[in-house]
């Protein structure tokens, strides 16, 4: 007899397209701290290697080459930033009403000193930093953005905590 079950599927990590993948690394590994796994290196369409049949799968036919670099955060989740030489340059509309990836959210208890350390490297502070529940946690969240245009969120605790115990309920 088979049993299926399903089991919580864990986070590997997430690609994002930036304009130019040195200013992303150089602002990702300085200012979020994350670990340069792999530095910016170039990937050529051919069918010779696996990561160029690989790309060719997924991208289809009309591209040349593109950047690519492999970060990581501190719990080791892989950020894969991809840079592309005739991509659109800016980011798109921020829409999230629109199905898609709205944001990812990151987590630091410093909340107040990543935010001022984002918006002094270029980027944005989109919102207040708000508390969740003033009169129960010392919990806390922004949404901000990076030099690119790209909108990310900071916890200052984790997702398990923030939600736990009826997170809007009174």
């Not at 030099?147 to 605790?157: A, D, K, L, W």
Request: glycine residues 8%; negative net charge; proline residues 6%.
């Amino acid at each position: 007899m088979t049993i299926n079950k399903t089991y919580p599927k864990s986070f590997s990590h997430i690609g994002i397209t930036v304009p130019d993948i040195k200013k992303a690394v150089k602002f990702y590994s300085e200012v979020m701290g994350w670990y340069i796994i792999m530095e910016p290196s170039t990937v050529k369409k051919e069918t010779e290697t696996a990561i160029g049949l690989m790309c060719i799968d997924v991208f289809g036919e009309d591209w040349e080459t593109f950047e690519i670099a492999h970060m990581s955060t501190s719990d080791g989740i892989g950020i894969e930033l991809f840079s592309f030489p005739n991509g659109v340059k800016e980011a798109p509309e921020f829409n999230p009403f629109n199905t898609g990836l709205f944001h990812f959210c990151i987590q630091d208890p410093d909340i107040e000193g990543l935010t001022k350390k984002i918006v002094d490297n270029g980027g944005k502070q989109r919102m207040p930093i708000r508390e969740y529940y003033p009169e129960d946690k010392p919990y806390k969240m922004v949404y901000v953005q990076d030099p690119f245009g790209i909108v990310f969120e900071i916890y200052t605790h984790s997702y398990e905590l923030t939600y736990s115990s009826g997170a809007y309920a009174k």
